[in-house]
Every structure is written in structure tokens, then in C-alpha cells.
């Protein structure tokens, strides 16, 4: 099959003299003219007096190939007539084409076509916006043959990059130092790229618009599309990648070139997913094809095709330097519409910007950690290197879930406006969190962040009560508004409680290492204060994780009442199922709180977050301050926040944090030398002290695994991955916690 392959590709050229193709051209086309030859890998093809170009076939194409091609391009002028494709001009009988003997005896067809103006680009003179217009135009041919078929669209082509694994054993003819990256880039198609080829959208595709195909006017725009000899039905996504190749081949930089092209392609036809992730594999492929075929052109008739091999080197040669993991993912991100960057700032150097731009905020690690990409339980470093991430609660379902980006882009790509008006999702999200919050709560109100529940919960509160006092635990956070800050002691760096707001010691006997100890409980905390409401993250992850306290919450939330005021369960934290017990921590406890505030973990990172709460103390509040949030809870905001609950349904992923939450428990628990272990489902907090908490933060970040630290002091460790994680993935992480702390 393959020997097949390779011998129509490695036909000669077809042997006809200037008087025999003259007399064919008068003869069968009424065509008279001056002769020019142009260049053809295959076909001997002749420019006819700036009118036409006379193209006879290579002797191995057989009749139904040109039919499908001449067909291909009818149909191509029929559904994109803007676009500039040379076509096919009959013969006086009316045929597209004309059989005729070279000399050599060989049977040939002749077909005479259009002329179109323009030049073939040289490599380095096409632009960012001509590169955008060349991508478009590969994007549109691809468009006008959508759905085109012909039974010879079946032939193979050693050229389709889906049969690159074909070149694999001809790597030995690539000279010198290409030979490695060829095998390289060949070996990835085996692993990462043939397996899933076969589930790609496909369909006949042009597969040759490279630049020796097409024209350009004198500012770099696509003026002719002039061969249509390498066509076959193959995934699409192998047009843009044989593009991208065959453009770029010989360019300095042709890997900064690379998203210009991507980019105008996808401004016509969107990638999907999966053809996103193996773009940059099969650009890869392509350019060893052309390598591997083009040395044995060299080898066997001594042409000069040089340029091109070393050209499609030199581009492996660059990829290889950037990483082909991060190359080929950040090439995805941006076929997806993200923003691409294979060449990432150094590290010092973007602390140098980020510190200029952004201020004194805080980073995380004393080795600032450079990500490029997230994926399930896991961050990929700027470096290609996977940590494992049980730091951060907002990922709950896993870094990018397949499904919540998947509903998100698409909602993203059909509509994204607010809920003023009429829109299922919004609706369907309030709906579903209804029925999951204790009886009673019967209003949502949707907001961008856990600071604007918060602040939200605390107005309706104030308006509801027509009180203002406050209470927060010792060592709460709640947010970054005005009134928000004002209930975070862990943010006042140590200064006394603003007006309005009074701390209660959270539950447990931990000395307080604060100067303001809070009071034992609402009624003492309360004196000399009209209280409105008391806030309680139930999971007390900054005043030190201090695991479930069912008692303390109800006993906290029927004194706030027995005060007057309203009990407001900040579920940003514990919310979404990490408990697990159930989506929210107040239901352990048995109690029904009159607010519960969502946020972080909501859309598993896309901005969206809630109230939930009465009506009898909503719709007051509602009516009395026209509440409206622009991008609260907008159709994409709703789409992340139902794939969100939908995941955590599906995968059962309140069970799932139960179980590995108790195998979390059980390995820290047997960890020697460290102080008090308390966890809630996925979420655990070991005591260690201040000094070896910052010490074993870096050094197991070090080893590839991320955990944060909290409370008072900083002196506990924060464990919180995501609810996807597995058996074997809290064994590396307790494991390298072990080590750590053994050294
Ligand atoms: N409440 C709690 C318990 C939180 O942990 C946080 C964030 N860490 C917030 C509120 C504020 O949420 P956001 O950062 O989304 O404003």
C-alpha cells in the first residue's frame, strides 16, 4: 500500500515539447498563445499568454482524481464565489479535461485553467494581517467543500498528514541533526495524534494550501488558489496544520507566526476541542513529512528542494527548544482563543512587570510558581512541569472540567447578557440551588464574587432588621468590599474592629495568639450592639480549619436569632459538596440558616456567585433598592454554575470527597512530629507552627505539590484539592508530605 503511495508521488514529471502542447492547445481548447513554464512537483504546467494556465497531470492521476478535482472546484465557485480560485476552462467539446500521450507514451490528461494574478509569497514577506487572511482563506475553502464528496477523495496521499506514521521508516534519509527531531515529531503523531484522528471532524479537504498554491496580490492577500491536485478526505483540522507548515517553513520566526495563521482560520471555522490538542503535533508531522520526502526527492533526482528540508528542521529544531508539551498545549490554548505565549516570559522578568503593574500583592512560594495550564487535579508549570494542586478550593470539579468548559463555551458563543431578561439558565440555576438549600430558602440572588454575596447578604440583613452590629469569628475572612473588610479580622493586620462589628471566639480551645481575643459567645459578643446579623464560614478554614462544629453553629445561630439578628452561612469555602456530608455545611449541622453565601467553587472558576435566602426577606429588599447585578448570574455565568452542580451530580462528587477525604484523614493522621490533625471531607488542616508550616509549603512545592497554610499564626497546613482527586493522587500527596517533614 504504502510502495503504492510513493510511487505516484515519485512519478516524473509528464515529457511534452512546446509544439506538441501548442497543437494541443489550439486543437482541443481554441487556445492560442505564448508558453511559459512555472514550476510543478508533478504536472507539467504552462502560464498561456497571462490568460490561462495549461496543466498536464502526472500520468499517475487517473481520470476520476481530475474529475473530483475539477467538480471540487465548480462547487467551491458555487458556495464562496469571492473567493479567488482558479478554474477549470473546457475544452471545445465541452470536457473538463483531455487525454494526451507524452513522450514517453505515458497517458496523460491535459486541463486548461483560469490565470490568476499574483505571486507566490517569498517565506519572510507575509504579515501578521496576510498571515490572518491566509489562515481565513484555508478556513474557507474548507467551508466551501464541507459536505463535497467523491469516491477518489478515498485515495491515499503520502502528503495527508493523517498517514505521517507511513514516513516513519524513511526517517534515515533526513540528513544530519534533522534526523532526531523528524523521529521526534513522527513519534508523537504515533502516540498522541493517530490514535483519536479517526473521531475528528473530516471531510475533503484542499491539503496542499501552502505557498507554492497560492498567490498573493502585492500586500500579501490571497489573490489565487491555483492547485487542487493534493485534495482528500482527511480531519479537517490537517488543512490548517499543512498551512501553517508549508507557509511558515523557512521563516526565522516561524514559530511567532504560527497564532496569526491559527487565529484567521479559526475566525472562520472555530476548533473544536479535540482538534485544538493535536494541532501542534500535526503541524509537527507535516513539516517531517516534507522533510523525509523531500531528502529522498534530493537523494533520488539530485533536485533542489534543499531549502525546504532544512526549513522544516529548522522549525522542529524550534519547537523542540520551547518544549513540544508546552508547544503543542499553548499552540491548543490558543486554537481554543486563549492567549498564546510558547516563548513565556523568564520568570524574573515577569516578576519585574507583574511587581510594576500590580503592585505589592502576594504571591504564593517563595519561588513564585509560573502556570501556564491547569488540568484536572493538576497546574502546568511555564516549565512543563504537573503539580499536583490541593491548595485551591475554586477548582472543585478539577482544573478546566471538559464539561463545565465545554457548556461554558458554548453558552459564551450564543448569548451573554444579564437577568433582566427572560433566559432559562439563570432561572434553572436558581431553581436547582433552591432545591438543594434547607426548606425555607426560597430566593436567589446572583453576584460576581463571595465579597459581593457577603456585602449583598449584609444589606439585606441591615434592611431586614434595621440594625447594624456584626459578628464574625476571631480570625474570619469574608471579602474585599468596604463592608466586607470590615467583617475579615484576618485582613486588619491586628487593629481593633471597626464600628458595627464584634468577634466571637470560634469553636475549640485553641489559645488565642491574637491580641483581641473574641468574645465566648453572642450574647456576650453582642452587648452594647444591635445586632443585624453573624456571619460563620462553618468551615473556619482561616481561623485555622478547624474541621465541623455542629454544636457551636446551632448554638450560635439560635442565639443570633434569640438577639434579633439574621445567622448567615458563608458557604464559599465549605460549599459545593467538599465537606463531604453534602453541597452545604449548615445541613450537617441541622441548621437552616436565614442567608447562605456561595462563591469561589460555583463555576469552578468562572466568576459567579450568590445569595440564597427567604423571600420574606428578599423581595422587600429587592423592591426597596431596584437590586440588579449587571453580570451576576449572566446565561454564561448560569451555564458554568449548572455544569458545575451537574458534574458534582454525575460523578458523584460528595461521596467521592467523603471517602477520599477519610483516606486523607488516615495518612495525616500517621504522620509523625506534628501537632493536631483536623479535617471535614477534603478539607484538612495540620498544625505545625508557623516556621515549619512556610518551610514545608516551599519545600513540597518543590516536589511538585501544592498546599497552602492558614490560621492565626500561619502555623497550620491547608489541604484542599479538588473532588475529582484519586486514591493514588492523595498517596503522592501525603506521601510527599511525609518526606518533607522527615527532612
Ligand atoms: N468568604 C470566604 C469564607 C472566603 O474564603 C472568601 C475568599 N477567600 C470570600 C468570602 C471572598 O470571596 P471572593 O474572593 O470571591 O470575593
Known sequence: M????????????????????????????GVDGPLERLAGERDLNHAVGGRFVLKVQN???GEDVIEMSSLAIAELARRDPGLPVSQVVPARSGALWHPVADATGRTCFARLFTFMDGHHPAADELDEPALHDWGATVARVGRGLRGFFHPAARYEIAWDVARASDQRAGVGVVPGSGRDVVATALDRFAAHVAPGLGGLRAQVVHNDMGRANVLVDEHGAVSGIIDFGDMTHTALVCDLAVAVADVLNG?????????????????????EPDEAAVLGDLIAARLAITAVIMSRHVRADGVDVLDDVDGAVRMLHA???????????????????????????????????????????????????????????????????????????????????????????????TLNTNTRYLHEGSVALAERLIASAPAGLDRVLFVNSGSEANDLALRIARHATGRRGVLVTRFAYHGITEATFALSPESWQHATPPPDVALLEPPGDRPAALPQPGHPDVAAACRGMELAATVVDGSFISDGMLGPAHAWVRRTADATRAHGGL??????????????DALWSVAAAGVTPDVITLGKPMGNGFPVAAVITRSDLADPFIAATDYFSTFGGNTVAAAAGLAVLRVIDEEDLVERARQRGAQLRARLEALPGVGDVRSWGLMAGVDVGPERADAVVNALRERGVLIGRTGPDGGTLKLRPPLIVTADEIDLLAGELANVLAA
Open 2 to 29: 504504502l510502495r503504492g503511495v510513493l510511487e505516484r508521488l515519485d512519478a516524473p514529471v509528464p515529457r511534452l515539447d512546446e509544439d506538441a502542447l501548442g497543437a494541443l492547445l489550439h486543437d482541443v481548447f
Open 59 to 61: 500520468a499517475t492521476d
Open 251 to 271: 521563516r526565522d520566526d516561524a514559530l511567532d507566526a504560527v497564532p496569526a495563521m491559527v487565529a484567521g482560520f479559526r475566525s472562520v471555522t472555530p476548533l
Open 319 to 413: 519547537i523542540d527548544a520551547v518544549g513540544w508539551d508546552r508547544f503543542t498545549a499553548q499552540l491548543a490554548a490558543h486554537a481554543r482563543g486563549e492567549t498564546a505565549q510558547w516563548a513565556p516570559r523568564r520568570d524574573a522578568e515577569l516578576l519585574r512587570a507583574r511587581a510594576s503593574t500590580l503592585g505589592p500583592q502576594t504571591l504564593t512560594y517563595d519561588e513564585p510558581l509560573h502556570v501556564v495550564r491547569g488540568e484536572g487535579a493538576y497546574l502546568i508549570g511555564a516549565d512543563g512541569r504537573r503539580y499536583l494542586d490541593a491548595y485551591n478550593n475554586v477548582p472543585v470539579v478539577g482544573h478546566c472540567h471538559p464539561e463545565v468548559v465545554r457548556a461554558t463555551a458554548a453558552q459564551l458563543a
Open 567 to 580: 445567622y448567615v452561612a458563608d458557604e464559599v469555602q465549605a460549599g459545593f459538596g467538599r465537606t463531604g
